[in-house]
């Protein structure tokens, strides 16, 4: 209600002193194996916080609990306040997800894609079909809408895919691993994309990833290993505490320290 | 009870509606686009009624037994039965495109909704029973031409029995669905599901005529719930109504769902156990 664009139809409780996202002592395990070991952080709203981890990390099975997917087993998930196991209905329909598997259905249009899922959300055609035009002119896609999905290309698929997980206005976005298998300038694209969601229109964003690369210096930083949260902060913070020039080299020493058991360099 | 703020939590009735629509639209639009499915599924019964009835004919005879009121031809006989298997065979393709869209992902963009779980389940559901209706009508279109030609009222008759016996099936298929981990499981779907139910039933034969054969296998048929869902039907398309029936079919279609709706509980779920065996919760 701040003029942003973000000014709900719907209307959205003031939870402006809530974190965009609150993860508080979650452990999860499938069986014997442990997934994630009492992590807790916050991130504020309108922040850019990439979650770094190998594969099989835990970011996935986080990603799962984010989005109720599974039910949080140990600890607290609430997103601007509101508990994903408590009232899931309030904390989803302010999150956006881009999941790692693709999700869209390859044999209906993109529109189709789009106006299903803001069905879902409670949103009706028209108005779908608006925001979904909207939506898709920014990503550069509004002549395709009438195309199959399964006639774009990787990178484009995930451009609507971030098209569709904005469409019902969420103030946090997670993103799991979204440049997997795109090619470089894909990659860059989609980036710069989020990017300016977050510095454009103060959507909170979630990047979980495990390319050093896609970090920039102004982003804050978790650093998840088997598990466990090993750092978390601006990117300058980690780096100073660790006392290393990059974050490569930074993740290098935090994932080989010896008090995370069996902890092997990649 | 709600404060008048700018926010409202909950959804309205509308969004509800809005949400199953979209949901039934998008079942369709699959269903449209597979016309595959389509053929197969009305092709499936027609090949029982054209050649299997035509030539069990002389080898059954049947007596006149309610819902009918003379002789009537094996065709007349397992038309019902036939209705019931398009059903049962398009609940279990409604459980496949549930592993479908698992295996692809596609699950996720409708369990992340934030519409209750089980509202978004049963209009899974609902959106699966509807589509079975083009194909229930379909068939029987081409059935009258082959003299199956119940009382006209009797098409009309059959649609709340269609309705119940089609969400009892779609139920049976989510909770199936749940169950099975991986998409190529669903051969044995066939081999395990659809044909002990449908061979076990009041379908093909007429139970008196089973019980005579073996007791044992007319207790099974009794406690099977296809039958009822085939004698359910059969006595709606004859405008008539079979009570027991009923109650069955209402029986296990909320036994399914409530299964099914368990099923995709994130805390009790099977799918929270899919990450390994034996989670906690």
Redesign the interface.
């Given at each position: 209600?701040h003029g942003t664009e973000h000014t709900d139809p719907?209307?959205?409780?003031?939870t402006q002193t809530a974190p965009a996202l609150e993860v508080e002592g979650v452990s999860h395990?499938?069986?014997?194996?442990q997934?994630l070991a009492d992590v807790s952080f916050a991130i504020a709203p309108a922040s850019h916080t990439v979650l770094l981890g190998l594969n099989g990390a835990g970011k996935s099975?986080l990603f799962s609990l984010v989005?109720?997917?599974?039910?949080t087993?140990r600890g607290a998930i609430r997103i601007f306040g509101h508990d994903v196991a408590r009232?899931?209905?309030?904390?989803?329909?302010i999150?956006g997800?881009v999941?790692q598997?693709?999700?869209?259905?390859?044999?209906?249009s993109v529109m189709?894609n789009l106006?299903?899922?803001?069905?879902?959300?409670?949103?009706?055609?028209r108005e779908a079909r608006r925001r979904a035009a909207d939506g898709l002119a920014r990503i550069g896609l509004a002549d395709r809408a009438h195309d199959k999905v399964r006639d774009l290309s990787g990178g484009q698929m995930r451009r609507v895919e971030i098209a569709r997980a904005l469409l019902h206005r969420p103030r946090l976005l997670v993103l799991d691993e979204p440049t997997v298998g795109l090619d470089i300038k894909a990659r860059a694209d989609i980036l710069a994309h989020v990017r300016a969601l977050v510095a454009q229109e103060g959507v909170c964003v979630l990047w979980a990833t495990h390319l050093v690369d896609e970090i920039a210096d102004t982003d804050d930083l978790i650093v998840l290993h088997q598990g466990r949260m090993l750092a978390h902060g601006p990117v300058a913070e980690v780096l100073a505490q660790t006392g290393e020039p990059t974050v490569r080299a930074a993740f290098t020493r935090l994932t080989a320290a010896p008090e995370s058991d069996a902890g092997s360099a990649p | 009870m709600t404060i008048q703020l700018a926010q409202r939590p909950g959804f309205s009735l509308a969004q509800y509606a809005i949400c199953l629509k979209g949901i039934v639209w998008r079942e369709a639009l699959r269903f449209l686009h597979q016309r595959e499915r389509f053929v197969s599924a009305l092709v499936r019964p027609l090949v029982w009624l054209f050649i299997f009835a035509a030539g069990f004919r002389q080898v059954l005879g049947i007596s006149i037994i309610p819902p009918y009121d003379t002789y009537i031809l094996y065709e007349v006989y397992i038309t019902p039965g036939l209705i019931a298997m398009i059903q049962l065979f398009n609940g279990m393709l409604l459980s496949l495109s549930m592993v479908y869209d698992r295996e692809m992902g596609n699950m996720r963009t409708l369990l992340v909704s934030p519409l209750p779980r089980w509202y978004l389940i049963s209009s899974k559901l609902v959106a699966g029973t509807a589509v079975s209706f083009f194909q229930v009508y379909a068939f029987l279109a081409i059935a009258w031409f082959w003299e199956i030609e119940p009382p006209p009222i009797g098409y009309l008759t059959v649609i709340p029995a269609l309705v119940l016996s089609g969400l009892m099936m779609g139920a049976l298929g989510m909770l199936v669905s749940s169950l099975i981990k991986q998409l190529e499981n669903f051969a044995g779907v066939m081999n395990f599901v659809i044909f002990p139910m449908f061979f076990a039933s009041s379908a093909l034969y007429p139970l008196w005529r089973v019980q005579e054969a073996s007791p044992l296998l007319y207790d099974i048929c009794q406690a099977n719930p296809f039958t009822h869902a085939t004698e359910l039907i059969r006595f709606a398309l004859y405008a008539k109504m079979n009570w027991v029936a009923l109650a069955v079919v209402c029986g296990f279609l909320a036994a399914f769902m409530v299964g099914a709706i368990l099923a995709y509980d994130p805390s009790r779920g099977f799918i929270a156990r899919r990450g390994g065996p034996g989670g906690e919760t």
């Open positions: 209600m719907q209307g959205r409780p003031p395990a499938y069986g014997k194996r997934a099975t989005t109720r997917l599974f039910a087993q009232a899931p209905g309030e904390a989803l329909r999150l997800v999941f598997p693709r999700t869209l259905d390859l044999d209906l189709q106006t299903y899922h803001a069905a879902l959300h409670g949103i009706g055609k | -």
